[in-house]
């Protein structure tokens, strides 16, 4: 049987400013299985997430640009429709990287089979996915989080700001969350029982405001966002302070070179520590993650949250959104 799948195609590239409707297109494409190790999903659930807007562009990355006309990539978490493969049946859900597309044909190496505990299936796109893991190995492999640590987070409301609040509190941390609206701010306060958490946008001088907040000083940062937010912080770090470089979202829709850090001065006296990592150097090593996160979800002592949009063809719309921070927790698209 053929099946036609529809695919998000991006029509050109975007150099600066925020992706509009305008430039993707929706491609069709047949479907049919002919190998033996074959299988046909269907995606239910697609991730958008920050670091495509870089693929965006035609500049040289850690990871290559999208192909202009080719089916856009990033990950999506489906169910198995059709199998040519003895390793899968009908009904199995895997997560893989095929997502901005409903259908799509995989052999058995390119799709991971999850074996789902009792929780919405979207979770393995977020907490349980490489949300979760992101926030874990930058927390505890990359940043050796110590237990009492005084931890600022930036986009902390974000799908992995949220679960980097949470693994510190678990851990025995102080946490004090930035994000971009009140209605964040109260539900890292009330839900995720942050220590402290104000919204940046509302703050004119935020090195002045850190040391009014957390007179003592932070030992640990946990940056998503890069720019004036990650100078402020460096401003404000104890001595032999950590900062994990995991993002840098206000500067990716910029339309002219960011300025470097001008406090390097900081960093030489105080001897801080900062080091940047790619959850694409970790996937093989996830069990640690697994055992700690299910621990802890079945312990009912993580929350978390989604913002959905509905349909494939929607998808360029939630990227942008994701980017204009209309998200609270993981930004999804259902299929
Ligand atoms: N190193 C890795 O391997 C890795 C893996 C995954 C993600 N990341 C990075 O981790 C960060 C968070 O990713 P995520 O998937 O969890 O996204 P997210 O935090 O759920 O969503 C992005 C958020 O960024 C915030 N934002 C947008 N523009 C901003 C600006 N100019 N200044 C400050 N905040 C801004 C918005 O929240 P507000 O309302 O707070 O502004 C928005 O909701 C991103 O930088 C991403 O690139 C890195």
């Not at 990871?63 to 990950?75: A, Q």
């Amino acid at each position: 049987m053929t099946t036609i799948s529809k695919n998000i195609v991006l029509k050109h590239y975007i150099p600066s400013g925020t992706p509009t409707m305008n430039d993707f297109n929706v491609r069709e494409i047949p479907l049919k299985l002919e190998k033996s190790n074959e299988i046909l999903i269907k995606n239910h659930w697609i991730s958008v997430d920050p670091y495509m807007r870089t693929r965006m562009t035609d500049r040289k990355n850690y990871i290559s640009p999208f192909k202009i006309n080719e089916p856009l990539e990033g990950s999506a978490l489906g169910e198995v429709i059709e199998s040519n493969s003895k390793s899968f049946v009908k009904g199995d859900f895997v997560t893989s990287f095929f997502g901005w597309r409903d259908y799509f044909i995989s052999n058995e190496k390119e799709v991971n089979k999850i074996n789902p505990i009792d929780i919405p299936i979207q979770a393995y796109l977020g907490p349980l996915g490489f949300t979760g893991h992101t926030a874990y190995v930058g927390l505890f492999q990359i940043g050796q989080l110590k237990p009492g640590s005084t931890i600022l987070v930036s986009s902390a409301a974000g799908a992995v700001g949220s679960m980097v609040c949470q693994f510190a509190k678990i851990h025995g941390c102080k946490v004090i969350a930035s994000t971009g609206s009140d209605e964040k701010v109260d539900w890292l306060i009330n839900s995720l029982k942050v220590d402290f958490a104000f919204n940046y946008k509302k703050i004119e001088n935020l090195v002045l405001y850190f040391k009014e907040i957390c007179p003592e000083g932070f030992d640990f940062y946990y940056d998503n966002v890069g720019g004036e937010f990650l100078e402020s912080a460096i401003y404000r770090m104890k001595n032999y302070g950590n900062i994990v470089i995991c993002g840098r979202i206000s500067q990716m829709n910029a339309t002219s070179p960011g300025v470097g850090l001008r406090n390097m001065a900081h960093v030489l006296v105080k001897r801080l520590t900062i080091k940047g990592f790619l959850i694409f150097d970790h996937l093989d090593n996830r069990n640690d993650f697994e055992t700690d996160v299910i621990k802890w979800i079945k312990e009912k002592k993580l929350v978390w949250k989604e913002t959905v949009f509905e349909g494939l063809e929607n998808t360029p719309m939630a990227f942008a959104e994701l980017l204009n921070g209309k998200n609270t927790g993981k930004m999804l698209v259902k299929i």
